[in-house]
T-cell receptor, first 115, second 117 residues
Framework: AQSVTQLDSHVSVSEGTPVLLRCNYSSSYSPSLFWYVQHPNKGLQLLLKYTSAATLVKGINGFEAEFKKSETSFHLTKPSAHMSDAAEYFCVVSERDTGRRALTFGSGTRLQVQP | DVKVTQSSRYLVKRTGEKVFLECVQDMDHENMFWYRQDPGLGLRLIYFSYDVKMKEKGDIPEGYSVSREKKERFSLILESASTNQTSMYLC????????????????FGSGTRLTVV
């Protein structure tokens, strides 16, 4: 069985400061991990994904995430927040060895960026 | 550009009505999924289909059924709508196997916001 825990439901940062969105996962198999972003009234957009290559994954818009197997974590970071980063972020896991299996989503973290 | 299209952006239905939510993809994907999204709960899987006429229950299938008669279309059915089914419904699709290594892997529709009154 697979599950995802996003440790913060809301995160507020000032523009230009670093962003950290925390995610822990549980998986019986080698997981694939994703971060998706959803802007208000918009669809889900893939930020980045980890599928067993490099543990530090770079995504779009300056985001990156590091897969740490020992800590079962996949935290999302960005060095400097922009106002346009305000959105809801979802950490997602999928078990690669069960090819048909669907994605399991975390409960989401709403990021606010203050001017 | 690849697309997953959900036929309605907003729907308002009455309690007890039979409701159909339609999803069409143009990517020849085998796998299709229905999720519902609720504040504080993220997206939860209702049903998925890995081929035509094949379906499997997800995590919250109660009160829902699905139909996959053609590869490109996956319908979610609320047999008798209830107020606790008021939610945002998202459809997604992906290729089997190779989908995980493709950019994005999964493609999501823009969602149908259903209100049951």
């Amino acid at each position: 069985a697979q599950s995802v825990t996003q440790l913060d439901s809301h995160v507020s940062v000032s523009e230009g400061t670093p962003v950290l969105l925390r995610c822990n996962y549980s998986s019986s198999y080698s997981p694939s991990l994703f971060w998706y972003v959803q802007h208000p009234n918009k669809g889900l957009q893939l930020l980045l994904k980890y599928t067993s290559a490099a543990t530090l994954v770079k995504g779009i818009n300056g985001f990156e995430a590091e897969f740490k197997k020992s800590e079962t974590s996949f935290h999302l970071t960005k060095p400097s927040a922009h106002m346009s980063d305000a959105a809801e972020y979802f950490c997602v896991v999928s078990e690669r060895d069960t090819g048909r299996r669907a994605l399991t989503f975390g409960s989401g973290t709403r990021l606010q960026v203050q001017p | 550009d690849v697309k997953v299209t959900q036929s309605s952006r907003y729907l308002v239905k009455r309690t007890g009505e039979k409701v159909f939510l339609e999803c069409v993809q143009d990517m020849d994907h085998e796998n299709m999924f229905w999720y519902r999204q609720d504040p504080g709960l993220g997206l939860r899987l209702i049903y998925f289909s890995y081929d035509v006429k094949m379906k499997e229950k997800g995590d919250i299938p109660e009160g829902y059924s699905v139909s996959r008669e053609k590869k490109e279309r996956f319908s979610l059915i609320l047999e008798s709508a209830s107020t606790n089914q008021t939610s945002m419904y998202l459809c997604a699709s992906r290729l089997t196997g190779g989908g995980m290594n493709q950019p994005g892997g999964y493609t999501f529709g823009s969602g149908t916001r259903l209100t049951v009154v």
